[in-house]
């Protein structure tokens, strides 16, 4: 056989690879004969603006706390509620007592699993390390409360927390904690 006369075999291969390879090509150009000048121009996707995304967008925020309302009392104005970031020591449950001090008002009233003295020291620390200045802890009082009283950051910003006791059962004393937050403190 000569070397360089192609078989019959390789002649059918190379047209079979002309064949594909023109039919794969064939989509990607645009027939000779045809004018550039007469094919229509694309027209352009603009994707709907709901999936339009902002370029190096930053991630949404995460919501704040919407404010609650706030009371005057004899003690200054208070909000009604304590935000999610005030501290409360664990197992601590909201109560109905009546409130100490005789504002009629807090911004919470809670029961909490710490004898009067215990519950002063822990709030001492607490509000310390939650950037509160504790300008005073004071008692025992004749009644066994204490009181904890200390500002915060802001101008008006302070809180006061009178913890009376309520009973001693075989799992230890518990406090109620009558809290004031004043409603110039941030509410986060």
Request: net charge neutral.
């Amino acid at each position: 056989m000569d070397a360089r006369r192609p078989t019959r075999r390789t002649t059918i291969a190379c047209a079979a690879v002309t064949i594909v390879a023109s039919l794969a090509l064939g989509g990607c150009t645009v027939a000779a004969s045809t004018p550039l000048s007469s094919v229509p121009p694309a027209a352009p996707t603009i994707p709907a603006p709901s999936t339009v995304a902002a370029p190096h967008s930053a991630p949404s925020p995460t919501p704040r706390e919407t404010p609650p309302t706030a009371t005057s009392t004899t003690w200054g104005r208070i909000w009604d509620a304590l935000p999610a970031s005030f501290p409360i020591p664990s197992g601590s449950e909201p109560t109905q007592a009546a409130t100490a001090g005789g504002t009629g008002a807090a911004s919470a009233t809670l029961a909490v699993p710490l004898a009067p003295g215990d519950a002063s020291g822990w709030y001492v620390g607490a509000l310390a390390a939650d950037h509160f200045n504790v300008s005073g802890a004071s008692g025992p009082y004749e009644s066994g409360g204490y009181v904890v009283d200390a500002t915060g950051a802001g101008s008006g910003c302070r809180t006061e927390i009178r913890l009376s006791p309520a009973n001693t059962t075989s799992s230890g004393a518990t406090s109620t904690a009558t809290i004031l937050l004043a409603a110039a403190c941030p509410f986060h």
